[in-house]
């Protein structure tokens, strides 16, 4: 079931949310939904999960508007809010039972579902407790649980991995994996490296616009249009090395490592390769080369690319 | 109608757990009991077979303790945002306000039956007028209901209990004991008016035994425009925030 989301735009008061965002997250397909603190993320999802009306353009959930039949949408979407507000003075399983009963999981099967939810977000051993006595971790297995009860089609994460210590994180991300091969996933994150690591695909939306839409190797490479390697050459003088490189046709920068003065990054012109060409000198020149690694550019640069300079171009 | 009697469950629970109820249910029995048997009016001065002292006194007592019921019943829900994850459920706005309107109501019925002894007690005592009895009972159910639907709506205004709390003991004042004093102190359409908005003159003459349609018709006027009011206010949420 894909849930596209067309030319939305969302206001509060004069500021704008949203402003006409418009993708699409596949059945099978996990999507990280990234950007800056308060850049929309949240608004879109709650528009997605009909916690709010849209002001423009629509939400559709399996070819289904948020706007003219909600009801319908909200029995394929499971929901973790960014706050995972829970009802402090119930105990987990009597929870879960109430949110399978209202999201109409039939009576028989509820047990079922409610013991599957405890396994597989491992929750047993708290199943009993109140939900306010547990610890911020455990409450945030809780909403997931509760997202997931119904064996939603759609499922709608913000922030699932935050409070939860590095081992479940791991779990929890396993876990959207394996839904994430049948079922439609869309988690918010700021935890880029997790975002990497779990999604298929990178929606990245500042100051509630759209910046970009690709997987993220792609998105690695279209901020690198330049290729970069670093390489050690030794047995020449720093001296001589550098200027042999710098005479390489295809080069257009090249920077000494302070650490190691036998490095050297190497920045191409743009469209062109450099790594024959300095193999080739070294072997001409009789010198040894112990070390060429292309340098990749960081998710994290890519995303302080595109979300800062949108902010600067505003000035 | 299924979905309702969840949200139902879930809110009596809720009552019962944070001791709500218990507190609710025992004031409410110390208080009535007191006035109606040892204090006051009661029974043996009046020396009459009826329970027109319980039915005066419940009165004042449930003005009092039905906002403290219905203050926190999505007051509390907005604060901590359980709210907003409520209506990413298969559940239509009315099916929450009425869940929860009829949680509130049945926490009132269960009270109210635990009462069911006076009147075994009166009727051991003398001749008691039956039919009386069961207005009286009507009478407070109606009442009743008409101030959950108010403290109900107060409730969805804000996000903090006491204010919702304060808010419908405001309103209700009006209705309980305003309206009445103004339309009976002076002359003129307008006093009538709000005589006829009193809920206290519609109270009196069913606890009286008598029903007229004109009082069902005003009571059930409270509860729809408390409701609707309370679904405005939900729909608003929705759109703006």
């Known amino acids: 079931m894909e849930v596209s989301i067309e030319n939305l735009s969302k206001s509060y008061g004069f500021q704008k949310a949203v402003d006409d965002i418009s993708f699409k997250v596949d059945t099978g397909e996990i999507v990280g939904f990234l950007g800056p603190n308060g850049a929309g993320k949240t608004t879109t999802m709650k528009i997605i999960t009909c916690a709010l009306a849209p002001q423009a353009g629509d939400v559709k959930v399996g070819g289904v508007s948020v706007q003219q039949n909600p009801e319908e949408v909200k029995r394929h979407i499971g929901y973790l809010p960014e706050t995972n507000p829970l009802y402090k003075e119930m105990p987990v399983i009597d929870y879960l039972h109430f949110v399978a009963e209202i999201q109409g999981v039939p009576k028989a099967k509820i047990r079922e579902r409610i013991l599957e939810m405890v396994n597989v977000c491992g929750l047993k051993a708290e199943k009993h407790k109140k939900i306010g006595e547990l610890s911020k971790g455990y409450q945030q297995r809780v909403g997931l649980a509760q997202a997931m009860i119904h064996d939603p089609e759609v499922l709608i994460l913000d922030e699932p991995t935050s409070g939860l210590d590095p081992n479940q994180i791991v779990e929890i991300r396993e876990l959207i994996k394996k839904i994430g091969r049948e079922k439609t996933v869309l988690l918010s994150s700021h935890i880029l490296a997790e975002v990497e690591a779990t999604c298929d695909r990178i929606v990245i939306i500042n100051k509630g616009q759209l910046v970009a839409d690709n997987t993220a190797n792609n998105l ?18 720093h001296e001589e090395i550098y200027q042999a490189l710098r005479a390489i046709e295809s080069v257009e920068l090249v920077d000494v490592l302070p650490r190691n003065t036998m490095a050297f990054e190497i920045q191409s012109r743009a469209g062109m390769s450099s790594r024959r060409a300095i193999f080739r000198m070294c072997a001409d020149k009789g010198w040894t080369l112990t070390e060429m690694t292309p340098v990749e550019r960081k998710l994290e640069e890519v995303f302080r690319d595109l979300t800062v300079t949108g902010n600067t171009a505003g000035h | 109608m299924n979905k309702i009697w969840i949200i139902t469950k879930r809110e009596l629970r809720a009552f019962f757990d944070s001791l709500m109820a218990y507190v609710m249910i025992v004031l409410f029995l110390g208080f009535s009991g007191f006035f109606t048997w040892i204090f006051g009016s009661d029974v043996f001065l009046v020396g009459q077979a009826s329970l027109q002292s319980f039915f005066g006194i419940s009165y004042w007592t449930l003005f009092f303790f039905i906002p403290a019921i219905t203050m926190g019943l999505l007051s509390e829900e907005q604060k901590s945002g359980t709210l907003e994850l409520l209506v990413t459920k298969p559940v239509t706005d009315w099916q929450i306000i009425a869940g929860k309107f009829l949680a509130a109501f049945l926490l009132i019925c269960i009270t109210l039956a635990l009462t069911i002894p006076y009147y075994i007690t009166v009727a051991g005592i003398g001749k008691v007028d039956h039919s009386a009895v069961l207005m009286g009972y009507l009478g ?9 639907s108010i403290g109900l709506f107060t409730s969805s205004v804000t996000n903090n209990q006491i ?32 005589g006829g908005l009193s809920l206290s003159t519609h109270y009196e003459s069913m606890a009286r035994g008598v029903i007229d349609s004109k009082d069902v018709v005003y009571f059930l006027s409270i509860i729809l425009a408390g409701l609707l009011g309370t679904e405005l206010i939900l729909s608003r949420r929705h759109s703006s925030n």
Request: net charge neutral; hydrophobic share 55%; no cysteine.
């Open chain 1, 220 to 237: 690695r490479k279209q901020a690198q249009d330049k290729e970069i390697v670093k390489v050690t050459i030794e047995d020449g003088t």
């Open chain 2, 140 to 148: 407070l159910l109606f009442m009743s209901a008409s101030y959950i």
């Open chain 2, 163 to 194: 204010v919702a709390f304060l808010a419908a003991l405001f309103i209700g004042i009006f209705f309980h004991l305003i309206f009445g004093l103004v339309g009976g102190s002076s002359g003129g359409w307008f006093a009538s008016l709000l």
